[in-house]
């Protein structure tokens, strides 16, 4: 599968401060997710392939165009919401989305009818007819994603998307992500500090550190860990379950809660052996599933390992 995004040896100074050093990386169809500390360079990042800024250094091609030379193509097949504010006071919400699809080159009539088929799918009823002035932090965080989506882009990049939302909103604003990529077939990069957000939708993570790139894998190789490992509640802490476990040379870490276990060893039969180690000690199982490395833990040990890696 051809990359969307491919990018070879990008540096970008600000004067003497690098933002981005030797950043080489690909983004697939899918979705993925840009991650990492403030100050990283994901936003420096998100201006090159979109061909805001001139790259000190290093070439790429985004969307089967090349950076630097084809940025007014680039931005053409891109659908950008950011982070932060970015409509005009006065206008009603379907108005801002409208103004955005006039501004991609649909027609006004057909704009308008786009604005409120978009607006339909992100549940925005009577109140796209008010002043944006008047709406709150969630209401406003769908008016960007409407602009963003209305001229039907081919790739989408969400800043912060679920930024001030309630779990609700932020739930409802993740399934509507999940259908543009399941449903429209949209490829979208969201960058964002919530790493739920990014285990629950996304395919692929995109980490940053320090301007490079510490790490580009999808999640569901991230989530294998690296021997059969299961996590395990039960219905009272055993001390004496856990050891016979250990016995068998099983690795058994207990978490804070003492009815959860971390089960790992080599053996094809961990499963079976949890069973029977159980039924001995006559210990009821609440649920065995396979555990997922935490990507929690993996953000933080790449952004340690560039907070000492040498310049």
Request: charged letters at 25%; aromatic letters at 4%; proline letters at 5%.
């Amino acid at each position: 599968m051809s990359p969307l995004i491919s990018l070879q040896n990008i540096c970008k100074n600000y004067r003497s401060m690098p933002a981005l050093s030797d950043v080489s990386l690909e983004i697939q169809p899918g979705i993925t997710g840009l991650l990492g500390p403030n100050g990283a360079g994901k936003s420096t990042l998100i201006k090159v392939i979109m061909g805001l800024v001139r790259v000190t250094s290093g070439s790429g091609t985004v969307l089967g165009n090349q950076l630097g030379k084809q940025g007014r193509e680039i931005r053409s097949k891109i659908g950008f919401m950011p982070e932060d504010d970015c409509y005009i006071p006065g206008l009603k919400g379907v108005e801002a989305v409208q103004f955005s699809a006039c501004l991609a080159g649909l027609p006004s009539t057909e704009a308008l009818r786009r604005s409120h088929e978009i607006l339909d799918f992100c549940g925005m009823k009577q109140e796209r007819y008010r002043e944006i002035e008047t709406y709150s932090t969630g209401m406003r965080q769908k008016i960007k994603f409407a602009a963003s989506i209305v001229h039907d882009p081919e790739f989408l990049i969400f800043d912060e998307p679920t930024s001030g939302l309630d779990p609700e909103e932020r739930e409802n604003l993740l399934n509507r992500i999940r259908i543009l990529a399941t449903v429209a077939g949209k490829s979208v990069l969201i960058s964002t500090h919530i790493l739920p957000d990014v285990q629950a939708i996304c395919d692929h993570a995109l980490i940053l550190a320090a301007g490079q790139v510490r790490l580009s894998e999808r999640l569901e190789v991230l989530n294998r860990p690296t021997s059969p490992t299961i996590t395990l509640r039960v219905a009272k802490a055993s001390t004496e379950f856990a050891e016979d476990l250990r016995r068998l040379g099983l690795t058994v870490d207990t978490t804070e809660n003492p009815m959860q276990l971390r089960i790992s060893g080599d053996s094809d039969r961990l499963a079976d052996q949890i069973w029977k180690m159980a039924q001995r000690h006559g210990i009821a199982l609440h649920s065995m599933r396979p555990s997922k490395n935490s990507l929690e833990e993996i953000f933080i040990s790449a952004v340690e390992e560039a907070s000492i890696a040498p310049p």
